[in-house]
């Protein structure tokens, strides 16, 4: 079973809009944007909604909504990971510094300047 959320995108003269309901006289309600829209999970969109919108031959899709934390989620984990490398890095850099080779400093850095983890710092 499908645990994504989808909503109902109507095709009106005016535009897009969402489903939302049935009105008086079964009239289609729908909202401008997708605060106001009728949720459904994908395995459970109820077939007299779909019937009823075919059989009022409006034009519509079914519209996945997707969770916005997730690019968060999947950014937070490359920062994670490229600041992990880079305090790796610094401790490899430190215990070089205590050893006093002065070369193998500069060639660490030197290395260190031809990879860029994005990190403003």
């Known amino acids: 079973m499908s645990d994504k959320t989808v909503a109902i995108q109507i095709k009106t003269n005016r535009g897009e809009r969402y489903f939302y309901g049935f009105g008086k006289g079964g009239r289609v309600q ?31 899709t079914i519209v996945e909504i997707c969770d916005p934390t997730e690019p968060l989620l999947n950014e937070r984990r490359i ?20 050893k006093g080779c002065i070369d193998e400093v500069r060639a660490l850095l030197n290395q260190w300047d031809e990879l860029d983890f994005g990190i403003p710092f």
């Open 30 to 60: 729908t909202a401008w944007s997708l605060a106001g829209a009728k949720l459904f999970l994908a395995a459970q969109v109820p077939a007299v909604v779909i019937n009823a919108l075919k059989d009022k031959k409006k034009k519509f």
């Open 79 to 98: 920062f994670t990971f490229a600041l992990e490398r880079k305090n790796a890095r610094f401790e490899e850099l430190r215990l070089v510094v205590d």
